[in-house]
């Protein structure tokens, strides 16, 4: 009779110990946060992309195309998603983790790109 009852008791203890645990948990870090994006070296040079930037982000640089991250939005202002992610055959367009920026600064660039 003790050992199901104590076993029953130490379910309970993890569960609560399990929910306490997902009580702290910050899930704002499950979210991606906002950034520029950049391509990688598995980039294959097929040209679709840069026609697709709405801020003429995207360049042919020494070996493949690069984003200027001071142009790219994440198309913040044009349209609700990357164009450029959306074209890639390859998924090589990812986020740059070295520009991230909140939504609020991408419209304010998008603001200044429009305006210079
Ligand atoms: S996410 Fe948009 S703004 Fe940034 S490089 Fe791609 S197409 Fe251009
Ligand atoms: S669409 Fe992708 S593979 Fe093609 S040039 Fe752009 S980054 Fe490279």
Redesign the pocket.
Known sequence: MSLPRFGTIVSVGELIAFSWQLSIIDTSEWDTPSMALK?IDT???????PAECPNDAIAMGSM??EIDHARCTECVGHYDEPQ?VT????E??VKDPAHEESQEQLQAKFERLQAA
Do not use: Q
Not at 43 to 49: K, Q
Not at 87 to 90: A, E, K, M, N, R
């Open positions: 391509i980039c294959i040079n097929c040209d679709a992309c493949i195309y450029c074209v890639c055959p390859v090589c367009i």
